[in-house]
């Protein structure tokens, strides 16, 4: 008896091994790589300055914060309007949005059309959101969000 509990650990402990090495296959994401039509990728990616990805931060939480988000917005965003939609029913009017920090910056793809060069930039921001709840008086959300950006230069 004793001596198929060894084995009975070396089945179960191989098991639980294979379980983990199927749990941990990676597969790739499928993407579409269309570019549109006169476009074309440059050589090497030109990281986007700090200075314009900040800028681009501070443009979008001053429109959140004047109602304006909607002018940022791409049109092919995917969820753009349900955003819209979500700030204007959960939002309580007179939140406020602050960013605290941009703390790391990618840029993600590029591309050439004519003589603009477009990137997709990932930002990650800390913000807060601040305002006043009817039932417990002032309110202040801290978060760390990823913000994606396309920027035209």
């Not at 965003?77 to 990618?106: F, K, W, Y």
């Not at 006043?132 to 008086?137: C, H, K, L, S, W």
């Amino acid at each position: 008896m004793k001596s198929w509990l060894p084995l009975l650990f070396l089945a179960c402990l191989a098991v639980q091994s294979a379980d983990a090495r199927e749990f941990r296959r990676l597969t790739t994401i499928a993407r579409p790589d269309a570019l549109p039509s006169g476009a074309q990728r440059p050589e090497t990616i030109r990281p986007l300055s700090r200075d314009v990805v900040e800028q681009a931060v501070r443009d979008v939480a001053a429109a959140w914060n004047s109602g304006q988000l909607s002018d940022l917005l791409a049109s092919d965003m995917a969820g753009g309007s349900r955003l819209q939609d979500t700030l204007a029913e959960v939002m309580p009017r007179d939140a406020r949005l602050t960013v605290l920090a941009v703390q790391g910056i990618s840029t993600l793809d590029q591309y050439l059309q004519g003589k603009t060069r477009i990137s997709t930039v990932r930002a990650v921001v800390r913000t807060q959101v601040e305002f006043n709840d009817p039932r417990v008086g002032y309110k202040r959300l801290e978060g760390l969000n990823e913000w994606y950006f396309r920027v035209e230069e």
